[in-house]
């Protein structure tokens, strides 16, 4: 008899029903002794196809950047658009069309729209010490989009409001209506700001960027430096400070958690030699970043 959790496993039963169920019976008891987790295995949550998702996801951003500064640099938008790519590419949503943008702001912050369509503040690319940290943090933002987290609350918005009819009917349609309804919600941004992500989701944003990451030949244990970097930026933000935390830094379970979590994933996989955590293409980019507009300043 061993112990598996605070469950008991009698081995004399198990030898008499073959190796195969042996196994399939020991990983029910370590799954529901929550010694681990395992990649989230997704369903669809609501009654949109992937082409009405992604046209939603374009409107959205197309509103969101008259009202941001977005910068282009083709040096950085090839590197950031490739590691999305790739990152999309071995999700379980390989089919959107993944894309990414560079917000000229020093306030850092990343975002991602329903479709695909992810945004990322200089002043956040600039914190990243690693190209491990930078990845991780872009497939956490890959994982809410396969999870369809904010495509769920968009769509719980604009339903709040009785608004969610005139946008499905307006959504393939060459007018304005869609433009005037994100008007009337005070702006993409606007929208956006009041868009709040549950534990569970950012738990399983967490987990399917892991599962990306490995996927795509990085290894994820950049998660524990990029959320060892979270948690010490948080403490700037104390009970003293007359700052507000960055958005990104609201509504996610604690940093210590999220450590927890994914050593305990890292010790259930095998991270090839070969598995990539920095690179000079990523201190290239560093460098790019220095030789952009200042933000604020009309290029």
């Not at 002794?33 to 609501?46: D, I, V």
């Not at 939603?56 to 999305?84: C, H, M, T």
Request: charged fraction near 20%; charge should be neutral.
């Amino acid at each position: 008899v061993a112990s598996c959790g605070d469950r008991l496993i009698n081995w004399e039963m198990l030898r008499g029903v073959g190796l195969g169920a042996v196994s399939t019976l020991l990983a029910r008891e370590f799954a529901a002794s929550g010694l681990f987790a395992e990649e989230p295995h997704l369903k669809s949550g609501n009654k949109l196809s992937d082409a009405e998702e992604i046209e939603l996801g374009r409107r959205f951003a197309a509103a969101l950047e008259r009202e941001q500064p977005i910068v282009s640099n083709g040096l950085i938008d090839n590197y950031l658009g490739k590691v999305v790519a790739e990152l999309g590419g071995k999700g379980q949503r390989p089919n959107l069309p993944y894309s990414i943008k560079l917000v000229n702001s020093k306030i850092p912050n990343v975002l991602s729209l329903p479709g695909g369509f992810l945004y990322i503040n200089r002043g956040l690319v600039e914190m990243m010490g690693s190209e491990g940290e930078l990845v991780a943090l872009l497939a956490h933002q890959v994982g809410h989009v396969a999870g369809r987290h904010g495509l769920n609350q968009l769509l719980a918005a604009f339903s709040a409001q009785s608004l969610l009819k005139p946008v499905l009917d307006n959504l393939n349609q060459k007018n304005a209506v869609i433009d005037d309804i994100f008007v009337k919600l005070g702006g993409a941004s606007a929208v956006l700001n009041k868009m709040r992500f549950h534990f569970k989701e950012e738990t399983e944003a967490d987990l399917l960027g892991f599962y990306e990451m490995q996927r795509a030949g990085w290894d994820p244990s950049g998660f524990l430096k990029l959320f060892a970097h979270l948690d010490k930026l948080e403490g700037a933000y104390d009970e003293y400070s007359t700052d507000e935390p960055p958005p990104f830094l609201s509504h996610h379970p604690p940093n210590p958690e999220r450590i927890t979590a994914i050593r305990r994933e890292l010790k259930l996989v095998t991270i090839p030699a070969v598995a990539s955590s920095d690179s000079t293409k990523f201190k290239v980019l560093k460098s790019a970043l220095a030789l952009l507009v200042a933000p604020g300043r009309n290029p």
